[in-house]
Structures are given as C-alpha cells and as structure tokens.
C-alpha cells in the first residue's frame, strides 16, 4: 500500500525547513540581483562582518561548508572589489579574507534583507528571534549527536 506508515510530507519539519529555506532565498534574490552578489557570496560577506580577516577555513567552518566551497565565492568577492585575500605570513598554506571598505559599505546595504524577511515573515521581533534560536537549538543538537556517534565509533588501525 503506497505511503503507508510514512508522514505527509508537510509534516515533516525536515522538508517545512528546506521549503522555508528556499521561500528566504526566493524572498532575498532580487535584492541580492540588485546588489551584484549572490547568496553564498553574501553569507561570507557577514561573517567577515562578524570577524575579518578569518581564513578560508575558518569561514566554511562557520558557515558549515567544506573550504573547496567557500573559495569559488570569495574569489568572485575578491574580482568585484568587496574582499581581499592574502597569504598568512606565518603559514603560507592558509588564506585570509578582509573586507575593503567597499565590501562594508555594501554589508551595511545588506541590512535590509533581515528587515525585509521579518517583515514579509509577519512575526514580530520576539517571534522572530524565538524562532530562530529554537532553529538554532535543533541543529546544535543535531550536531552533537552527530558528533557523539563519530566519538562512539571504534578507531581501525
């Protein structure tokens, strides 16, 4: 019997969450059209907004992406003006990334996508906020556990 047992699909928070996540970036595209960058592009520019001048590394560690994925996008940065990279002095295999005050000033622009998602989102503040540490809550776990599993694993070799 077809889908027996299995939950509709909009029950399950797996896909509410992926099909929220595609309605965000649907909501910040033409902003970002108009900004010149892309969504991934943009993720980088906030967390050296958070922290310049973090390596290649340490910027797909926080953005929970391997290094091979967040180079494309800081390169792309890099060409358009709004991020230089460099060598680190002390280790020449690590890259690191800074604003230019062009890459600021269009992080500043950026403000307006939170403003525009809460806005369209209907919540207020506290709605908003409490959401996304409940967000927050679950993938932490999520990744505890999943860090509690690799630990439990018995080493080969």
């Given amino acids: 019997m ?4 299995a939950f509709p699909l909009d ?3 797996c896909f509410s969450l992926y099909a ?9 595209k033409p902003m970002l ?3 010149g960058i892309t969504y991934p592009q943009y993720l ?3 967390v050296l907004g958070e922290e310049d001048g973090m ?3 340490a910027i797909a560690d926080r953005l929970c992406l391997e290094s091979s994925t967040v180079t494309p996008p800081v390169k792309r940065l890099e060409q358009a003006g709004l991020v230089e990279r460099r060598r680190s002095k002390l280790d020449e295999r690590q890259v690191h990334a800074w604003l230019t005050d062009a890459g600021r000033a269009l992080l500043v622009e950026s403000n307006c996508l939170g403003e525009t998602l809460m ?3 209907r919540m ?9 540490q409940q967000i927050n809550t679950l993938r932490s776990a999520l990744d505890d556990s999943l860090d509690d599993r690799k630990a439990a694993r018995p080493h080969v070799g």
């Fill in 124 to 132: 207020t503040l506290e709605q908003f906020q409490g959401l996304n």
């Fill in 33 to 35: 059209d108009a900004m």
């Fill in 44 to 46: 980088v520019l906030t």
């Fill in 11 to 13: 029950s399950q928070l």
């Fill in 2 to 5: 077809p889908g027996a047992g």
């Fill in 55 to 57: 390596t290649i590394g």
């Fill in 20 to 28: 929220a996540s595609i309605a965000i970036n649907r909501t910040y």
């Fill in 119 to 121: 806005q369209r989102s």
